[in-house]
């Protein structure tokens, strides 16, 4: 028998017991069976710790990666709730969502239920900057001319997939609960911030960019842009929400799940998100199709060795 049963991100109880932590994050992606009742609640987990299996040691790793604003996750500054500066912004979406949870909470109970944590800001000097910031999982690299908007039209009606242009960015921060505004007093007014404050930071990071060296958070200087050019942008980013919870059932490497003395609990294998041993507490988004490529790749492995095949991973 092999499980392939996926996460247990829909099961309130399993997370509470193996992942309280991750509650911070809106579970939007739960998956269904055809009648619509969320699937991922970890039953293949349960059918192999009932067989005498038992959960990899965690802590196990959600999949919350940010996905960011109208710039994505483009390393622009970020501000929290307090006007501070707290990060080197030149990190990826799951660290970013890391970094977020670790900031103070709103005071307004709207935000705080919302989960608002920071807001990334820039200036109108974006279109020249993106190109230069890093291509990867959520980044938006290529900004598209008015005039050039008929020759990307399939591009920038889709996912986005890393292009926009100024009409998208500011529909999308005004549509998105952000804020355009001309002086940096308007700013700090319209995010609901601690205006000295944001003062403040913005000025520190601006001497840092004109100094070309990031004294505070060593950020790479390639991506040091001051906040200068009006009109300013600033838009909100809340906690993550989860897409799947990775961790599962101790397999050793033929896929077979591992009894409470380590040895195999034979006519049994798992695979995919059931599977434990494949990330621990971080998942990497860096790394593309990780999560479904080795879902396939083991699912395999755990067939072939259902039918009487003896390899290992
Ligand atoms: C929105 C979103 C975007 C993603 N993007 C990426 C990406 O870009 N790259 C990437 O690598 N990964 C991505 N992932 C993660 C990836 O999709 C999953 O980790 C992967 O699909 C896991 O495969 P799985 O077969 O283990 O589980 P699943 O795909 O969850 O399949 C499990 C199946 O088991 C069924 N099932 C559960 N319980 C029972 C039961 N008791 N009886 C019968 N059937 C049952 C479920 O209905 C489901 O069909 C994304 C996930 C989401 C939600």
Redesign the pocket.
């Known amino acids: 028998m092999v499980i392939?049963?996926?996460?247990i991100g829909g099961n309130a109880d399993m997370r509470d017991y193996y992942v309280p932590w991750a509650n911070e994050f809106a579970c939007y992606?739960t998956?269904m069976?055809p009648n619509g009742v969320p699937?991922?609640?970890g039953?293949?987990h349960r059918m192999a710790i009932w067989a005498g299996g038992h959960m990899e040691l965690g802590p196990l790793a959600p999949?919350s990666h940010h996905m960011g604003g109208p710039l994505g996750v483009d390393s622009y500054l970020q501000l929290n709730l307090e006007g501070k500066r707290f990060m080197n912004e030149d990190i990826p979406g799951q660290p970013i969502a890391d970094q977020l949870s670790r900031q103070p909470e709103s005071k307004d109970e709207k935000e705080r239920q919302r989960g608002l944590k920071s807001w990334q800001i820039f200036d109108s000097a974006w279109p020249e900057q993106i190109a230069h910031m890093p291509d990867g999982h959520g980044y938006v690299n290529h900004f598209v001319a008015d005039d050039k908007v008929d020759q990307f039209k399939t591009v920038l009606s889709g996912f986005g997939l890393g292009y926009t242009t100024k009409a998208m960015v500011e529909e999308s921060t005004k549509s998105g609960g952000g804020v355009i505004a001309n002086s940096i007093d308007e700013l700090a007014a319209g995010m609901k911030l601690p205006v000295a404050e944001v003062k403040a930071s913005i000025e520190r990071y601006n001497e840092l960019c004109a100094k070309g060296k990031d004294d505070d958070f060593g950020k790479d200087s390639r991506r040091m842009f001051p906040v200068a050019k009006p009109p300013f942008y600033a838009y909100p980013f809340a906690s993550a929400g989860m897409?799947?919870l990775m961790g599962g059932i101790q397999v050793n490497n033929k896929l077979q799940p591992l009894n409470a003395d380590n040895e195999p609990i034979e006519g049994l294998y798992i695979a995919?998100?059931?599977q434990g041993g494949r990330y621990l507490v971080e998942y990497p988004i860096t790394v593309a199709?990780?999560?479904?490529?080795t879902?396939l790749s083991f699912?395999r492995l755990a067939g072939l060795n259902a039918t009487g095949k003896n390899i290992e991973a």
């Open positions: 392939t049963t996926g996460d992606y998956t069976d699937a991922n609640t039953d293949g999949i897409l799947v995919g998100n059931a199709g990780i999560s479904l490529a879902a699912g």
